[in-house]
């Protein structure tokens, strides 16, 4: 039979001097600077509202459109990650150690992983959802909102569908939150190699004078 032990009557001071005492003797003595890692930061209880009601928003809109959520480990396979991202992306890829023969990285973004996640259950057909923590080993500039840990919002159709149905809805996806969200005026502006093709085409361009081989 398991037990849990909870002490209520311990003052956060203390637990705090403990845990400085407790760092501190493993570092082997020396002033302790108690700060995040570079490019990540605490959020405040009064934050976290506005953060969960913000994805409260998000997350309703999807379901309403019949998306299922996934959840997928925060680290992934090197390799897995290499075979997208390659050399230059791999330079903002977190590596970890070695921990039992398995080289591993910490996620660069939710594309990779959903992406193993199909092929890994053969999945041929979804809608699905993904709103988690990413990290990248950039230089970041917390001024700009430019950190090494933040959330990323992945909303994906996968599947064989009629063209420009799957992008329709997720404009429509997109238009239906900013409005719940309140946030005033926006403009969605939209970059799709078909809708370039279109105008180019009914501009009586010829296809071999933008399209290369």
Known sequence: MASTEVKCNEKPEVKEQAAKAAIAKAK???PLILKTPKGTRDYHPKQMVIREKVLGIITETFKRHGAQTIDTPVFELRDVLMGK??????K??????DQGGE???LRYDLTVPFARYLAQNNIKSIKRYHIAKVY???QPVMTKGRYREFYQCDFD???????MVPEAECLRIVDEIMNELD???FEIRINHRL???GMFSVCGIKDADFKTS
């Open 28 to 30: 082997g003595g020396g």
């Open 85 to 90: 991202y390659g050399e230059e992306g791999g």
């Open 92 to 97: 903002l890829v977190f590596d970890l150690a």
């Open 103 to 105: 080289l591993c990285s």
């Open 136 to 138: 990248r080993r950039d």
């Open 157 to 163: 159709i996968a599947g064989e569908y009629d063209l």
């Open 183 to 185: 946030l005033g005026e």
């Open 195 to 197: 809708l370039l093709e």
